[in-house]
């Protein structure tokens, strides 16, 4: 069995972590441990279904060592809604061109009938992976997921979350976490996505600052696992495997890009200080119309945009939403010149920063773009 219910390894790097953290002495270490170890207690849950008792003594050592670590850990985030507000309006341009060049494509996939999901066999599916991984010459960090044991089922009630992944960035331990991990296209997606995020994180190159500032502030986080998921649909594609089930996948990408699109456009939209504070999660639905109708030609407009059941979250909207953006066009380099290309390289270098339009204008990103880019993908589904 590839993916594993036993919670030996996890407790064994529970340990260790806890040790480095008895031990470190800075601030940033601590930050980083902490987060992980918290992560570490609540996956151990999901694999095993029963309840462990983590609790704020267990891992910070007192009460008022955890608030210390909150106030810094706040700071990051409040970094974050800063440089939010900073570049606001260059936000919203730039996502409301993305969505009119996109919405009609994507409001075609509502109504798509989507076939049924192959059950693999463990040789194929593990064929499969390996194979992708090979292409790119990752098979070390295939090895170490597969042959280490550090795939991971999660048990069906938890929340939406397909896959996690957890990473310490003072020793490089790293697992992989699948919802209902079952030998299907389904799993081998999230393999692909989480596989993004572990090329991501071990060839990070800077300190643990660096490493807490890019993981809590920056609007990078989901390319390279968004990178990830387009090239192993396009590998699947390339070599005729799971046909329909392949259009379907990625029919369903694209509807999450344009949901996680419509999101960070409408945060875009809020007044400073219900970003700064994190109001807007309070909004009621006709509170936030209210809000931002001033944008819009018509009630019928917004109701377009402002569904009954929006839910946002600024760092996962803006994380997925560049992520999404990005990733289509470091596809391209990527898959002609592999992951040491110039583009990808200046990506690295600048993924550690906090966000500014630069880095899209340095590359010509710009919403024209993307439709040249994202009609080509979305001309595979028509076919």
């Known amino acids: 069995m590839i993916a594993t219910n036993n919670t030996r390894g996890l407790y064994h790097r529970l340990?260790?972590?806890?040790?480095?953290?008895?031990?470190?002495?800075?601030?940033?270490?601590?930050?980083?441990?902490?987060?992980?170890?918290?992560?570490?207690?609540?996956?151990?849950?999901?694999?095993?279904?029963?309840?462990?008792?983590?609790?704020?003594?267990?891992?910070?050592?007192?009460?008022?060592?955890?608030?210390?670590?909150?106030?810094?850990?706040?700071?990051?985030?409040?970094?974050?809604?800063?440089n939010l507000v900073k570049y606001k309006g260059f936000h919203s341009d730039f996502l409301r061109d993305i969505l009119d060049v996109v919405e009609d494509d994507t409001s075609e996939l509502d109504d798509r009938e989507f076939a049924d999901t192959s059950i693999l066999s463990e040789g194929d599916f593990y064929t499969i992976f390996f194979d992708f991984m090979k292409k790119y010459h990752l098979e070390k960090l295939f090895d170490e997921f597969v042959k280490e044991k550090r795939i991971y089922k999660v048990?069906?009630?938890?929340?939406?979350?397909?896959?996690?992944?957890?990473?310490?960035?003072?020793?490089?331990?790293?697992?992989?976490?699948?919802?209902?991990f079952f030998y299907n296209i389904y799993s081998l997606f999230v393999l692909a996505h989480e596989s993004g995020h572990a090329y991501d994180f071990i060839h990070f190159d800077g300190d643990i600052s660096a490493y807490n500032h890019y993981y809590y502030q920056s609007f990078y986080v989901e390319t390279i696992s968004k990178l990830f998921e387009r090239i192993f649909l396009?590998?699947?594609?390339?070599?005729?495997?799971?046909?329909?089930?392949?259009?379907?996948?990625?029919?369903?990408?694209?509807?999450?890009?344009?949901?996680?699109?419509?999101?960070?456009?409408?945060?875009?939209?809020?007044?400073?200080?219900?970003?700064?504070?994190?109001?807007?999660?309070?909004?009621?639905?006709?509170?936030?119309?209210?809000?931002?109708?001033?944008?819009?030609?018509?009630?019928?407009?917004?109701?377009?945009y402002i569904q009954d059941d929006i839910h946002f979250d600024v760092w996962a909207d803006f994380n997925y939403t560049y992520g999404n953006v990005l990733s289509l066009y470091l596809k391209e380099p990527v898959e002609e010149e592999?992951?040491?290309?110039?583009?990808?390289?200046?990506?690295?270098?600048?993924?550690?920063r906090l966000f500014t339009p630069a880095f899209l204008e340095k590359w010509d990103i710009t919403p024209s773009g993307y439709q040249e880019k994202h009609s080509r993908d979305m001309k595979i589904l028509k076919k």
């Open 338 to 352: 592999g992951f040491d290309n110039a583009m990808m390289n200046d990506f690295l270098k600048e993924r550690g």
């Open 15 to 82: 340990q260790v972590a806890n040790k480095l953290l008895k031990r470190s002495h800075d601030k940033d270490e601590k930050i980083a441990l902490s987060n992980y170890m918290w992560d570490l207690y609540h996956s151990m849950e999901q694999v095993s279904s029963r309840e462990i008792n983590a609790s704020e003594k267990k891992i910070f050592g007192s009460h008022k060592n955890y608030q210390k670590l909150m106030r810094r850990f706040n700071l990051y985030k409040l970094k974050m809604l800063e």
């Open 155 to 180: 048990v069906a009630d938890y929340d939406n979350t397909l896959g996690f992944i957890l990473f310490n960035p003072v020793n490089q331990d790293i697992d992989i976490f699948v919802k209902d």
């Open 234 to 304: 396009d590998y699947l594609f390339q070599n005729h495997i799971l046909g329909d089930e392949v259009n379907d996948l990625l029919a369903e990408m694209e509807m999450n890009n344009y949901d996680y699109l419509l999101s960070s456009y409408v945060l875009s939209l809020l007044d400073d200080e219900l970003l700064i504070n994190e109001k807007y999660s309070t909004l009621s639905h006709q509170e936030l119309i209210n809000r931002i109708k001033k944008y819009f030609i018509s009630e019928e407009a917004i109701g377009f």
